[in-house]
Protein backbone atom coordinates (compact mmCIF):
# COMPACT_ATOMS: atom_id res chain seq x y z
CA UNK A 1 0.00 0.00 0.00
CA UNK A 2 1.31 3.67 -1.08
CA UNK A 3 -0.83 5.87 0.98
CA UNK A 4 -3.90 7.38 0.86
CA UNK A 5 -5.28 10.51 -0.33
CA UNK A 6 -8.82 12.06 0.73
CA UNK A 7 -11.32 13.28 -1.66
CA UNK A 8 -12.58 16.70 -1.01
CA UNK A 9 -14.82 17.71 -3.50
CA UNK A 10 -15.96 16.37 -7.07
CA UNK A 11 -18.05 18.60 -9.40
CA UNK A 12 -18.90 18.29 -13.07
CA UNK A 13 -20.33 20.34 -15.88
CA UNK A 14 -22.92 18.40 -17.30
CA UNK A 15 -22.71 16.77 -20.37
CA UNK A 16 -24.03 17.28 -23.60
CA UNK A 17 -23.42 18.74 -27.02
CA UNK A 18 -23.47 22.76 -25.79
CA UNK A 19 -20.97 24.70 -28.34
CA UNK A 20 -19.17 26.18 -26.17
CA UNK A 21 -14.95 25.92 -25.06
CA UNK A 22 -13.64 23.17 -22.98
CA UNK A 23 -11.98 26.25 -20.41
CA UNK A 24 -15.56 27.25 -19.85
CA UNK A 25 -17.01 23.65 -18.62
CA UNK A 26 -13.57 22.93 -16.67
CA UNK A 27 -13.75 25.87 -14.53
CA UNK A 28 -17.40 25.66 -13.88
CA UNK A 29 -16.58 21.91 -12.81
CA UNK A 30 -13.76 23.05 -10.73
CA UNK A 31 -15.42 25.96 -9.06
CA UNK A 32 -17.91 22.85 -8.43
CA UNK A 33 -15.57 20.82 -6.46
CA UNK A 34 -14.03 23.76 -4.95
CA UNK A 35 -17.72 24.08 -3.45
CA UNK A 36 -18.39 20.78 -2.97
CA UNK A 37 -14.83 20.84 -1.04
CA UNK A 38 -15.26 24.05 1.07
CA UNK A 39 -11.87 25.09 -0.31
CA UNK A 40 -10.47 29.10 -1.67
CA UNK A 41 -9.22 28.39 -4.76
CA UNK A 42 -6.35 31.00 -2.83
CA UNK A 43 -5.26 27.87 -0.78
CA UNK A 44 -4.92 25.68 -3.36
CA UNK A 45 -1.12 24.26 -3.80
CA UNK A 46 -1.11 22.91 -6.89
CA UNK A 47 -3.69 22.04 -10.29
CA UNK A 48 -3.53 19.05 -12.55
CA UNK A 49 -5.08 19.15 -15.86
CA UNK A 50 -6.10 16.63 -18.12
CA UNK A 51 -4.97 17.81 -21.61
CA UNK A 52 -7.11 18.84 -24.62
CA UNK A 53 -5.85 20.15 -27.56
CA UNK A 54 -6.67 23.92 -27.89
CA UNK A 55 -8.42 24.46 -31.35
CA UNK A 56 -6.03 26.25 -33.78
CA UNK A 57 -3.13 25.62 -31.22
CA UNK A 58 -0.49 22.67 -31.91
CA UNK A 59 -0.27 21.28 -28.75
CA UNK A 60 -2.46 20.01 -25.57
CA UNK A 61 -3.18 22.26 -22.91
CA UNK A 62 -4.78 22.15 -19.43
CA UNK A 63 -3.42 22.73 -16.20
CA UNK A 64 -2.40 26.73 -16.62
CA UNK A 65 -5.11 26.72 -19.22
CA UNK A 66 -7.73 26.45 -16.07
CA UNK A 67 -5.73 27.91 -13.70
CA UNK A 68 -5.65 31.36 -15.61
CA UNK A 69 -9.64 30.88 -15.90
CA UNK A 70 -9.61 30.20 -12.32
CA UNK A 71 -7.09 33.67 -11.53
CA UNK A 72 -3.69 33.05 -11.30
CA UNK A 73 -2.75 32.31 -7.46
CA UNK A 74 0.69 31.14 -8.24
CA UNK A 75 0.18 27.21 -7.47
CA UNK A 76 2.32 24.31 -8.31
CA UNK A 77 1.40 23.17 -12.07
CA UNK A 78 1.09 20.20 -14.27
CA UNK A 79 -1.08 18.98 -17.48
CA UNK A 80 -1.08 15.13 -18.30
CA UNK A 81 -1.68 13.67 -21.92
CA UNK A 82 -2.45 10.00 -22.00
CA UNK A 83 -5.43 9.53 -24.03
CA UNK A 84 -8.58 8.61 -22.47
CA UNK A 85 -6.22 7.69 -19.10
CA UNK A 86 -5.40 11.75 -19.13
CA UNK A 87 -8.01 11.56 -16.21
CA UNK A 88 -6.13 8.91 -14.33
CA UNK A 89 -2.88 10.04 -14.73
CA UNK A 90 -3.91 13.58 -13.67
CA UNK A 91 -5.20 11.85 -10.26
CA UNK A 92 -2.00 10.11 -9.97
CA UNK A 93 0.20 13.09 -10.57
CA UNK A 94 -2.10 14.79 -7.78
CA UNK A 95 -1.85 11.66 -5.77
CA UNK A 96 1.94 11.42 -6.01
CA UNK A 97 2.48 15.15 -4.98
CA UNK A 98 -0.01 14.66 -1.91
CA UNK A 99 2.05 11.60 -0.72
CA UNK A 100 5.30 13.24 -1.57
CA UNK A 101 4.52 16.36 0.92
CA UNK A 102 5.16 18.72 -2.60
CA UNK A 103 1.37 20.22 -2.08
CA UNK A 104 -1.41 19.30 0.61
CA UNK A 105 -4.25 20.59 -1.65
CA UNK A 106 -4.60 19.55 -5.26
CA UNK A 107 -6.98 20.97 -7.73
CA UNK A 108 -7.57 18.21 -10.71
CA UNK A 109 -9.65 19.40 -13.81
CA UNK A 110 -10.37 17.50 -17.54
CA UNK A 111 -12.95 19.06 -19.70
CA UNK A 112 -13.27 19.02 -23.40
CA UNK A 113 -15.36 20.25 -26.14
CA UNK A 114 -15.58 16.85 -28.07
CA UNK A 115 -16.01 17.04 -32.31
CA UNK A 116 -18.71 15.96 -33.86
CA UNK A 117 -18.65 11.89 -35.14
CA UNK A 118 -15.94 9.87 -35.47
CA UNK A 119 -12.76 10.54 -33.71
CA UNK A 120 -10.02 10.74 -36.30
CA UNK A 121 -6.65 11.73 -35.57
CA UNK A 122 -5.11 15.44 -35.89
CA UNK A 123 -4.26 16.47 -39.81
CA UNK A 124 -0.77 16.01 -41.99
CA UNK A 125 0.71 12.86 -43.10
CA UNK A 126 1.67 10.69 -40.12
CA UNK A 127 3.20 7.47 -41.07
CA UNK A 128 4.80 6.68 -38.41
CA UNK A 129 1.41 7.16 -36.45
CA UNK A 130 -0.24 4.26 -35.67
CA UNK A 131 -3.10 6.00 -35.33
CA UNK A 132 -2.54 7.80 -38.32
CA UNK A 133 -2.35 4.44 -40.48
CA UNK A 134 -5.57 2.48 -39.23
CA UNK A 135 -6.98 5.41 -40.56
CA UNK A 136 -5.38 5.99 -43.71
CA UNK A 137 -4.72 1.90 -44.65
CA UNK A 138 -7.90 0.29 -43.37
CA UNK A 139 -10.50 3.06 -42.24
CA UNK A 140 -10.50 1.35 -38.81
CA UNK A 141 -12.52 3.82 -36.81
CA UNK A 142 -12.87 3.42 -32.63
CA UNK A 143 -16.80 1.53 -33.56
CA UNK A 144 -14.64 -0.86 -35.89
CA UNK A 145 -12.70 -2.03 -33.03
CA UNK A 146 -15.56 -2.49 -30.69
CA UNK A 147 -17.12 -4.49 -33.83
CA UNK A 148 -14.43 -7.10 -33.29
CA UNK A 149 -14.44 -7.50 -30.16
CA UNK A 150 -18.31 -7.87 -29.99
CA UNK A 151 -18.40 -10.73 -32.77
CA UNK A 152 -15.34 -12.26 -31.20
CA UNK A 153 -17.17 -12.31 -27.90
CA UNK A 154 -20.32 -13.91 -29.49
CA UNK A 155 -17.75 -16.27 -31.37
CA UNK A 156 -16.31 -17.75 -28.40
CA UNK A 157 -18.63 -17.10 -25.57
CA UNK A 158 -22.16 -17.24 -27.02
CA UNK A 159 -23.07 -13.93 -26.08
CA UNK A 160 -25.90 -12.13 -28.48
CA UNK A 161 -27.00 -9.43 -29.32
CA UNK A 162 -29.85 -8.80 -26.77
CA UNK A 163 -27.28 -9.20 -23.98
CA UNK A 164 -25.31 -6.08 -25.97
CA UNK A 165 -28.85 -4.17 -25.91
CA UNK A 166 -29.77 -4.90 -22.04
CA UNK A 167 -26.07 -3.26 -21.17
CA UNK A 168 -27.64 -0.19 -22.95
CA UNK A 169 -31.11 -0.62 -21.98
CA UNK A 170 -29.31 -0.87 -18.02
CA UNK A 171 -27.06 1.86 -18.13
CA UNK A 172 -30.17 4.21 -20.24
CA UNK A 173 -32.50 3.42 -17.58
CA UNK A 174 -29.72 4.76 -14.80
CA UNK A 175 -28.39 7.50 -16.78
CA UNK A 176 -32.24 8.64 -16.53
CA UNK A 177 -31.45 9.09 -12.90
CA UNK A 178 -28.17 11.54 -13.26
CA UNK A 179 -28.50 15.12 -13.57
CA UNK A 180 -24.95 15.39 -15.36
CA UNK A 181 -25.95 12.60 -17.81
CA UNK A 182 -26.60 13.36 -21.38
CA UNK A 183 -28.64 11.44 -22.28
CA UNK A 184 -31.31 11.03 -20.07
CA UNK A 185 -34.06 8.95 -21.38
CA UNK A 186 -34.46 5.20 -20.65
CA UNK A 187 -34.36 3.24 -23.79
CA UNK A 188 -35.87 -0.42 -24.65
CA UNK A 189 -34.00 -3.33 -26.60
CA UNK A 190 -36.74 -3.10 -29.39
CA UNK A 191 -35.22 0.83 -30.22
CA UNK A 192 -31.79 -0.77 -29.65
CA UNK A 193 -32.24 -3.50 -32.07
CA UNK A 194 -34.00 -0.75 -34.65
CA UNK A 195 -30.81 1.50 -34.34
CA UNK A 196 -28.72 1.83 -37.56
CA UNK A 197 -25.76 -0.77 -37.74
CA UNK A 198 -22.06 1.01 -37.26
CA UNK A 199 -19.75 -2.07 -36.98
CA UNK A 200 -21.44 -5.30 -37.63
CA UNK A 201 -23.13 -6.45 -34.56
CA UNK A 202 -22.84 -3.29 -32.95
CA UNK A 203 -25.46 -0.31 -33.66
CA UNK A 204 -26.00 3.09 -32.69
CA UNK A 205 -27.07 2.40 -29.38
CA UNK A 206 -24.17 -0.07 -28.45
CA UNK A 207 -21.76 2.70 -29.13
CA UNK A 208 -21.50 6.00 -26.60
CA UNK A 209 -21.37 9.22 -28.71
CA UNK A 210 -19.23 12.55 -28.50
CA UNK A 211 -19.52 14.80 -25.72
CA UNK A 212 -18.82 17.76 -24.55
CA UNK A 213 -18.05 17.69 -20.99
CA UNK A 214 -16.31 18.56 -17.63
CA UNK A 215 -15.27 17.02 -14.01
CA UNK A 216 -13.13 18.01 -11.29
CA UNK A 217 -11.82 16.40 -7.86
CA UNK A 218 -9.62 18.51 -4.80
CA UNK A 219 -8.06 15.94 -3.14
CA UNK A 220 -5.72 16.45 -0.44
CA UNK A 221 -3.57 14.88 2.26
CA UNK A 222 -4.90 12.57 5.33
CA UNK A 223 -3.56 15.13 7.45
CA UNK A 224 -5.35 18.12 5.57
CA UNK A 225 -8.59 16.57 5.21
CA UNK A 226 -8.47 16.34 9.36
CA UNK A 227 -7.60 20.00 9.76
CA UNK A 228 -10.06 20.56 7.62
CA UNK A 229 -13.11 18.59 9.74
CA UNK A 230 -13.97 16.53 6.52
CA UNK A 231 -16.75 14.59 8.20
CA UNK A 232 -17.40 11.58 5.09
CA UNK A 233 -13.63 10.70 4.20
CA UNK A 234 -13.62 9.51 0.42
CA UNK A 235 -10.17 8.08 -0.12
CA UNK A 236 -8.47 6.97 -2.81
CA UNK A 237 -6.30 4.15 -1.54
CA UNK A 238 -5.25 2.89 -5.39
CA UNK A 239 -4.46 4.37 -8.82
CA UNK A 240 -3.34 1.93 -12.07
CA UNK A 241 -1.40 3.29 -14.41
CA UNK A 242 0.23 0.39 -16.18
CA UNK A 243 1.39 -0.46 -19.49
CA UNK A 244 0.94 -3.57 -21.04
CA UNK A 245 2.84 -6.87 -21.59
CA UNK A 246 4.94 -8.01 -24.22
CA UNK A 247 3.47 -9.68 -26.17
CA UNK A 248 0.44 -7.99 -26.14
CA UNK A 249 -1.99 -10.64 -28.43
CA UNK A 250 -4.96 -9.08 -28.16
CA UNK A 251 -5.70 -6.59 -31.02
CA UNK A 252 -6.13 -3.02 -29.70
CA UNK A 253 -6.81 0.44 -30.91
CA UNK A 254 -5.31 2.16 -32.66
CA UNK A 255 -2.96 -1.16 -33.90
CA UNK A 256 -2.94 -2.75 -37.17
CA UNK A 257 -1.80 -5.99 -35.67
CA UNK A 258 -0.83 -7.87 -32.44
CA UNK A 259 2.90 -8.81 -31.00
CA UNK A 260 3.93 -11.88 -32.21
CA UNK A 261 4.00 -15.03 -29.46
CA UNK A 262 6.64 -16.61 -31.20
CA UNK A 263 9.18 -15.87 -28.75
CA UNK A 264 7.72 -14.90 -25.51
CA UNK A 265 4.49 -16.44 -23.85
CA UNK A 266 1.54 -13.93 -23.44
CA UNK A 267 1.29 -12.89 -19.54
CA UNK A 268 -1.78 -15.17 -18.06
CA UNK A 269 -3.56 -11.57 -17.72
CA UNK A 270 -4.27 -9.37 -21.08
CA UNK A 271 -3.93 -5.79 -20.59
CA UNK A 272 -6.82 -4.94 -19.65
CA UNK A 273 -7.39 -7.74 -16.95
CA UNK A 274 -3.59 -6.88 -15.73
CA UNK A 275 -4.81 -2.89 -15.28
CA UNK A 276 -7.47 -3.54 -12.62
CA UNK A 277 -5.28 -6.48 -10.75
CA UNK A 278 -2.67 -4.15 -10.31
CA UNK A 279 -5.15 -1.53 -8.97
CA UNK A 280 -6.86 -4.41 -6.50
CA UNK A 281 -2.90 -5.25 -5.65
CA UNK A 282 -2.24 -1.74 -5.02
CA UNK A 283 -5.32 -1.32 -2.74
CA UNK A 284 -5.21 -4.50 -0.96
CA UNK A 285 -8.97 -5.64 -2.13
CA UNK A 286 -10.54 -7.76 -4.10
CA UNK A 287 -13.75 -8.17 -6.61
CA UNK A 288 -15.46 -9.92 -3.60
CA UNK A 289 -14.77 -6.24 -2.04
CA UNK A 290 -16.46 -4.07 -4.10
CA UNK A 291 -19.70 -2.39 -3.90
CA UNK A 292 -19.55 -0.92 -7.50
CA UNK A 293 -17.87 -0.63 -10.55
CA UNK A 294 -17.73 2.26 -12.84
CA UNK A 295 -16.17 0.68 -16.54
CA UNK A 296 -15.42 2.06 -19.51
CA UNK A 297 -18.26 1.24 -21.94
CA UNK A 298 -17.65 2.36 -25.07
CA UNK A 299 -19.45 0.11 -26.60
CA UNK A 300 -22.02 -2.42 -25.08
CA UNK A 301 -20.01 -5.49 -25.67
CA UNK A 302 -17.79 -3.56 -23.90
CA UNK A 303 -18.65 -3.20 -20.64
CA UNK A 304 -19.25 -6.89 -20.55
CA UNK A 305 -15.98 -7.49 -21.26
CA UNK A 306 -14.92 -5.35 -18.22
CA UNK A 307 -17.11 -7.82 -16.03
CA UNK A 308 -14.56 -10.67 -16.76
CA UNK A 309 -11.30 -8.33 -16.84
CA UNK A 310 -12.34 -6.61 -13.13
CA UNK A 311 -12.85 -10.66 -12.06
CA UNK A 312 -16.57 -9.63 -11.23
CA UNK A 313 -17.16 -12.97 -12.60
CA UNK A 314 -15.08 -15.80 -14.45
CA UNK A 315 -14.43 -15.57 -18.06
CA UNK A 316 -17.03 -16.00 -20.53
CA UNK A 317 -19.69 -15.66 -18.07
CA UNK A 318 -20.38 -11.64 -18.39
CA UNK A 319 -23.58 -12.03 -20.07
CA UNK A 320 -24.84 -14.78 -17.14
CA UNK A 321 -23.58 -11.97 -14.39
CA UNK A 322 -25.90 -9.04 -16.79
CA UNK A 323 -29.20 -11.29 -17.33
CA UNK A 324 -28.85 -12.11 -13.27
CA UNK A 325 -29.29 -8.40 -12.51
CA UNK A 326 -26.18 -8.49 -10.43
CA UNK A 327 -24.77 -5.50 -12.18
CA UNK A 328 -28.12 -3.16 -11.99
CA UNK A 329 -28.91 -1.34 -9.20
CA UNK A 330 -30.17 -2.99 -6.09
CA UNK A 331 -27.82 -6.20 -7.81
CA UNK A 332 -24.65 -7.76 -6.11
CA UNK A 333 -22.18 -5.81 -7.78
CA UNK A 334 -23.81 -2.70 -9.69
CA UNK A 335 -21.80 -1.63 -12.96
CA UNK A 336 -22.44 1.88 -14.49
CA UNK A 337 -24.39 3.51 -11.85
CA UNK A 338 -23.82 6.60 -13.44
CA UNK A 339 -24.96 5.64 -16.78
CA UNK A 340 -22.09 4.74 -18.08
CA UNK A 341 -20.48 6.63 -21.28
CA UNK A 342 -23.82 5.31 -22.81
CA UNK A 343 -25.49 8.41 -21.16
CA UNK A 344 -22.56 10.63 -20.96
CA UNK A 345 -20.39 9.78 -23.93
CA UNK A 346 -16.93 10.26 -23.84
CA UNK A 347 -15.31 13.70 -23.37
CA UNK A 348 -12.19 12.45 -23.31
CA UNK A 349 -9.93 14.41 -20.72
CA UNK A 350 -12.70 14.54 -18.37
CA UNK A 351 -14.31 11.34 -18.15
CA UNK A 352 -11.82 9.04 -15.91
CA UNK A 353 -12.72 11.79 -13.27
CA UNK A 354 -16.04 11.50 -13.76
CA UNK A 355 -15.78 8.08 -13.24
CA UNK A 356 -14.09 8.85 -9.45
CA UNK A 357 -17.05 11.78 -8.97
CA UNK A 358 -19.32 9.22 -9.10
CA UNK A 359 -17.32 6.96 -6.81
CA UNK A 360 -17.65 9.72 -4.48
CA UNK A 361 -20.80 10.37 -4.15
CA UNK A 362 -21.68 6.66 -4.25
CA UNK A 363 -18.82 6.60 -1.13
CA UNK A 364 -20.63 9.54 0.53
CA UNK A 365 -24.09 8.05 0.20
CA UNK A 366 -24.96 11.04 -1.99
CA UNK A 367 -25.87 9.72 -5.03
CA UNK A 368 -29.45 10.42 -4.65
CA UNK A 369 -31.99 7.52 -6.30
CA UNK A 370 -29.29 6.22 -8.16
CA UNK A 371 -27.42 5.47 -4.53
CA UNK A 372 -26.08 1.74 -4.14
CA UNK A 373 -27.31 0.73 -0.62
CA UNK A 374 -24.17 1.18 1.68
CA UNK A 375 -21.27 1.91 -0.81
CA UNK A 376 -18.03 1.11 0.41
CA UNK A 377 -15.45 0.43 -1.62
CA UNK A 378 -15.52 1.20 -5.59
CA UNK A 379 -13.66 0.83 -8.79
CA UNK A 380 -12.94 2.66 -11.83
CA UNK A 381 -11.22 1.11 -14.94
CA UNK A 382 -10.52 2.84 -18.41
CA UNK A 383 -7.90 2.25 -20.72
CA UNK A 384 -5.98 5.19 -23.11
CA UNK A 385 -4.84 4.42 -26.16
CA UNK A 386 -1.96 3.43 -27.03
CA UNK A 387 -1.30 1.42 -23.88
CA UNK A 388 -2.55 3.54 -20.94
CA UNK A 389 -3.62 1.84 -17.90
CA UNK A 390 -6.39 3.38 -15.47
CA UNK A 391 -7.89 2.33 -13.10
CA UNK A 392 -8.91 4.19 -9.36
CA UNK A 393 -10.14 2.26 -6.32
CA UNK A 394 -12.19 4.59 -4.19
CA UNK A 395 -13.42 3.66 -0.10
CA UNK A 396 -15.39 5.12 2.69
CA UNK B 1 2.09 5.73 -48.87
CA UNK B 2 4.08 3.31 -46.45
CA UNK B 3 6.63 1.49 -47.90
CA UNK B 4 7.60 -2.32 -47.95
CA UNK B 5 4.49 -3.98 -46.11
CA UNK B 6 4.07 -6.19 -49.15
CA UNK B 7 5.32 -7.79 -52.23
CA UNK B 8 4.79 -9.51 -55.05
CA UNK B 9 1.94 -10.30 -57.47
CA UNK B 10 -1.09 -12.91 -58.35
CA UNK B 11 0.08 -16.27 -55.90
CA UNK B 12 3.51 -14.51 -54.99
CA UNK B 13 1.74 -11.79 -53.08
CA UNK B 14 2.58 -11.53 -49.37
CA UNK B 15 2.51 -8.87 -46.65
CA UNK B 16 6.48 -8.36 -45.28
CA UNK B 17 7.22 -8.01 -41.75
CA UNK B 18 10.92 -8.05 -40.05
CA UNK B 19 12.26 -11.13 -37.65
CA UNK B 20 14.67 -10.34 -34.83
CA UNK B 21 17.57 -12.83 -35.31
CA UNK B 22 18.30 -13.25 -31.91
CA UNK B 23 14.35 -14.26 -30.60
CA UNK B 24 13.00 -14.70 -33.49
CA UNK B 25 9.92 -12.28 -32.73
CA UNK B 26 7.73 -11.05 -35.91
CA UNK B 27 6.46 -7.38 -36.31
CA UNK B 28 4.22 -6.44 -38.66
CA UNK B 29 4.21 -3.47 -39.60
CA UNK B 30 7.66 -3.97 -39.95
CA UNK B 31 9.53 -2.76 -36.81
CA UNK B 32 13.37 -1.45 -38.65
CA UNK B 33 14.49 0.23 -35.36
CA UNK B 34 14.87 -1.94 -32.22
CA UNK B 35 13.14 -5.76 -31.40
CA UNK B 36 10.35 -4.49 -28.54
CA UNK B 37 10.64 -8.19 -26.96
CA UNK B 38 11.87 -6.66 -23.55
CA UNK B 39 13.57 -9.79 -22.75
CA UNK B 40 15.75 -10.13 -25.90
CA UNK B 41 19.45 -8.73 -25.94
CA UNK B 42 18.38 -7.12 -29.34
CA UNK B 43 19.05 -8.65 -32.83
CA UNK B 44 19.03 -7.65 -36.26
CA UNK B 45 15.89 -7.14 -37.76
CA UNK B 46 15.16 -8.57 -41.28
CA UNK B 47 12.64 -8.68 -43.68
CA UNK B 48 10.80 -11.75 -43.94
CA UNK B 49 7.64 -12.60 -45.89
CA UNK B 50 4.45 -13.30 -43.53
CA UNK B 51 2.00 -16.63 -43.93
CA UNK B 52 -0.07 -16.15 -46.72
CA UNK B 53 -2.90 -18.10 -44.97
CA UNK B 54 -4.43 -17.44 -41.44
CA UNK B 55 -7.56 -17.83 -39.66
CA UNK B 56 -10.57 -15.25 -38.75
CA UNK B 57 -10.19 -13.99 -35.04
CA UNK B 58 -12.70 -11.56 -35.71
CA UNK B 59 -14.59 -9.66 -38.23
CA UNK B 60 -16.85 -6.66 -38.48
CA UNK B 61 -17.65 -3.87 -41.05
CA UNK B 62 -17.61 -0.02 -41.46
CA UNK B 63 -21.24 1.17 -42.58
CA UNK B 64 -20.63 4.82 -42.38
CA UNK B 65 -17.79 6.74 -44.41
CA UNK B 66 -14.88 6.87 -42.31
CA UNK B 67 -12.98 10.20 -41.23
CA UNK B 68 -10.18 11.57 -43.15
CA UNK B 69 -7.19 10.66 -43.35
CA UNK B 70 -9.09 7.18 -44.62
CA UNK B 71 -9.65 8.09 -48.93
CA UNK B 72 -13.13 8.06 -50.12
CA UNK B 73 -15.02 9.89 -52.71
CA UNK B 74 -17.88 12.02 -50.97
CA UNK B 75 -19.32 12.46 -54.90
CA UNK B 76 -20.20 8.49 -54.43
CA UNK B 77 -22.54 6.77 -52.58
CA UNK B 78 -21.16 4.90 -49.66
CA UNK B 79 -20.27 1.10 -49.77
CA UNK B 80 -19.55 -0.69 -46.34
CA UNK B 81 -16.36 -2.86 -46.81
CA UNK B 82 -15.37 -5.46 -44.19
CA UNK B 83 -12.77 -5.86 -41.58
CA UNK B 84 -11.24 -9.17 -40.73
CA UNK B 85 -8.68 -9.82 -38.00
CA UNK B 86 -6.38 -12.88 -39.02
CA UNK B 87 -4.54 -14.81 -36.90
CA UNK B 88 -1.65 -15.79 -38.66
CA UNK B 89 -0.77 -19.37 -36.47
CA UNK B 90 3.46 -19.65 -37.33
CA UNK B 91 3.95 -16.03 -36.46
CA UNK B 92 1.58 -16.27 -33.46
CA UNK B 93 -0.01 -12.75 -34.44
CA UNK B 94 -3.21 -10.92 -35.50
CA UNK B 95 -2.82 -8.74 -38.71
CA UNK B 96 -6.24 -6.85 -39.43
CA UNK B 97 -7.29 -6.01 -43.23
CA UNK B 98 -10.10 -4.96 -45.29
CA UNK B 99 -11.76 -8.06 -47.00
CA UNK B 100 -11.45 -8.21 -50.57
CA UNK B 101 -14.57 -6.22 -52.52
CA UNK B 102 -17.83 -8.46 -52.40
CA UNK B 103 -16.95 -9.66 -49.53
CA UNK B 104 -19.44 -8.47 -46.97
CA UNK B 105 -19.65 -9.81 -43.12
CA UNK B 106 -22.25 -12.36 -44.09
CA UNK B 107 -19.92 -14.49 -46.01
CA UNK B 108 -18.05 -14.49 -42.63
CA UNK B 109 -17.38 -17.16 -39.54
CA UNK B 110 -14.52 -16.77 -36.63
CA UNK B 111 -11.95 -19.52 -37.31
CA UNK B 112 -12.66 -19.72 -41.09
CA UNK B 113 -10.07 -19.48 -43.62
CA UNK B 114 -8.90 -16.82 -45.39
CA UNK B 115 -5.52 -16.13 -47.37
CA UNK B 116 -3.74 -12.36 -48.60
CA UNK B 117 -4.63 -10.87 -52.14
CA UNK B 118 -3.25 -7.78 -53.64
CA UNK B 119 -5.92 -4.99 -53.41
CA UNK B 120 -6.48 -1.66 -54.25
CA UNK B 121 -7.21 1.12 -51.33
CA UNK B 122 -7.84 3.45 -53.76
CA UNK B 123 -7.02 5.68 -56.85
CA UNK B 124 -7.25 8.91 -58.83
CA UNK B 125 -6.07 10.32 -61.85
CA UNK B 126 -2.27 9.88 -61.00
CA UNK B 127 -2.21 7.37 -58.47
CA UNK B 128 -3.08 3.91 -57.36
CA UNK B 129 -2.89 2.69 -53.81
CA UNK B 130 -2.21 -0.67 -53.42
CA UNK B 131 -3.10 -2.18 -50.53
CA UNK B 132 -3.66 -6.47 -49.05
CA UNK B 133 -6.76 -7.57 -48.67
CA UNK B 134 -8.10 -11.02 -47.42
CA UNK B 135 -10.33 -13.47 -48.88
CA UNK B 136 -12.01 -16.41 -47.88
CA UNK B 137 -10.08 -19.49 -49.77
CA UNK B 138 -11.93 -21.12 -52.29
CA UNK B 139 -13.34 -17.52 -53.08
CA UNK B 140 -11.81 -16.30 -56.59
CA UNK B 141 -13.72 -13.25 -56.90
Known amino acids: MTGEVAVLGAGMHPWGKWGRGFVEYGTVAARAALADAGVDWRDVGSIVGADTVRGGYPGYVAGATFAKALGWQGARVASVYAACASGAQAVNTARAQILSGLADVVLVVGADAAPKGFF ?57 LNPNARYRKRVTAEQVAASAVVADPLRLLDICATSDGAAALVLSSMEFARRHGT ?47 AAYEEAGVGPGDLSLAEVYDLSTSLELQWYEDLGLCGEGEAAKLLREGATALGGRIPVNVSGGLASFGEAVPAQAIAQVCELTWQLRGAAGDRQVAGALVGITANQGLFGHGSSVIAVR | MVTGWFTGEGEEFRLLGTRCSACASVFFPREDAFCRNPGCPGGDLEEVPLSRRGRVWSYTDSRYRPPSPYVSDPELEWRPYALIAVELESERLVVLGQTVPGVTVADLAVGMEVEVVPGVLNEDAETTWTTWHWRPTGVTA
Open chain 1, 120 to 176: RPAGGDRADDPDWLRFRVLGATNPTYFGLYARRRMAVHGDTLEDFAQVKVKNAALGA
Open chain 1, 231 to 277: ADRVRIRAVSTVTPRYPNTVLDLPDIATDSAVAAEPAADTFRASIAR
